[in-house]
């Protein structure tokens, strides 16, 4: 039975198409409409024709309260300053909200975590499961290797990736950062610059090009031996996959601020 109704915020990107199919197609999920940029690509056009379904005479439209008004969850893939007006209309009609949106500055971060005590706030820079159970294994090893193991964190995306190191990877160094009780948890350096490395420090590798979807490495280097960890998206459906599915477990959940790893622990997948 559809019962749950799922609005999307940025409808008409990449991530934003994928969801409108995943939420319609889904047995719990009843897709109630979808925002864009206003005179933006996508405005005016029916959702079912985005998602390459056939017509399913709702429109998009660019008027965020409106759906705010009518779901019971939103799911936003936008853009920071975008979604940082949606969490206030969160906020304001008490709906929780799931944040797929990257990109973000250590500020704006903050002033969601801070608003997620008025209502239910689920932020991931990745939607995917694998990513969710890499960072517990992340903050885990780097508790049980000392700071004698380096950690490197290389990431790649294709070439329109705007932000830099990913979400994602700022998100494994955050995990690594909790494993080793670092009181600053957004610290790492980038490898451009010639000389030594800084005992403990968290070093991160950029690639850029082609259609590379996501993938994720973080090393363990060790002097006798090295530790690879490894996620690596084949599909950007996942994307979308993994929102649905935390969209339904963030409704009726009370206000907080909450991460994907928090939806595994409700199925018999987690390693915590």
């Given at each position: 039975m559809k019962?749950?109704?799922?609005?999307?915020?940025?409808?008409?990107?990449?991530?934003?198409?994928l969801l409108l199919k995943e939420v319609y197609e889904d047995n719990i999920c009843h897709l109630i409409g979808g925002t864009v940029r206003e005179g933006g690509a996508g405005h005016g056009e029916d959702l079912g024709t985005l998602a390459g379904l056939s017509p399913l005479g709702?429109?998009?439209?660019?008027?965020?309260?409106?759906?705010?008004?009518?779901?019971?969850?939103?799911?936003?893939?936008?853009?920071?300053?975008?979604?940082?007006?949606?969490?206030?209309?969160?906020?304001?009609?008490?709906?929780?909200?799931?944040i797929g949106t990257t990109g973000f500055s250590d500020e704006e971060r903050r002033l969601i975590i801070q608003k997620s005590d008025k209502t239910p706030i689920l932020l991931a820079s990745n939607m995917t499961l694998g990513i969710a159970l890499l960072s517990i294994l992340v903050e885990k090893?780097?508790?049980?290797?000392?700071?004698?193991?380096?950690?490197?964190?290389?990431?790649?995306?294709?070439?329109?990736?705007?932000?830099t190191p990913s979400g994602t990877a700022r998100s494994l160094v955050r995990s690594a950062h909790r494993g080793r009780k670092h009181e600053d948890k957004s610290?790492?350096?980038?490898?451009?610059?010639?000389?030594?490395?800084?005992?403990?420090?968290?070093g991160v590798s950029v690639i850029r090009g082609g259609n590379e979807i996501g993938m994720h490495s973080v090393y363990f280097y060790g002097d006798e031996e090295v530790l690879e960890l490894t996620h690596r998206v084949r599909d950007r459906g996942i994307f979308a996959k993994g929102a649905v599915r935390a969209a339904k477990w963030l409704y009726g959940r009370h206000p907080g601020l909450y991460r994907l790893k928090d939806v595994l622990k409700d199925n018999n997948w987690s390693i915590e």
């Amino acid at each position: 039975m559809k019962n749950v109704k799922v609005g999307i915020l940025g409808c008409a990107g990449r991530n934003g198409r994928l969801l409108l199919k995943e939420v319609y197609e889904d047995n719990i999920c009843h897709l109630i409409g979808g925002t864009v940029r206003e005179g933006g690509a996508g405005h005016g056009e029916d959702l079912g024709t985005l998602a390459g379904l056939s017509p399913l005479g709702i429109y998009a439209h660019a008027q965020p309260g409106v759906l705010f008004e009518a779901a019971d969850v939103l799911i936003d893939f936008t853009n920071p300053a975008t979604t940082l007006y949606h969490v206030d209309l969160a906020v304001e009609h008490q709906k929780p909200i799931v944040i797929g949106t990257t990109g973000f500055s250590d500020e704006e971060r903050r002033l969601i975590i801070q608003k997620s005590d008025k209502t239910p706030i689920l932020l991931a820079s990745n939607m995917t499961l694998g990513i969710a159970l890499l960072s517990i294994l992340v903050e885990k090893v780097s508790a049980v290797l000392d700071e004698s193991y380096d950690i490197e964190i290389l990431e790649a995306h294709h070439r329109h990736k705007k932000d830099t190191p990913s979400g994602t990877a700022r998100s494994l160094v955050r995990s690594a950062h909790r494993g080793r009780k670092h009181e600053d948890k957004s610290k790492f350096v980038i490898h451009d610059e010639p000389g030594e490395r800084e005992k403990g420090s968290i070093g991160v590798s950029v690639i850029r090009g082609g259609n590379e979807i996501g993938m994720h490495s973080v090393y363990f280097y060790g002097d006798e031996e090295v530790l690879e960890l490894t996620h690596r998206v084949r599909d950007r459906g996942i994307f979308a996959k993994g929102a649905v599915r935390a969209a339904k477990w963030l409704y009726g959940r009370h206000p907080g601020l909450y991460r994907l790893k928090d939806v595994l622990k409700d199925n018999n997948w987690s390693i915590e």
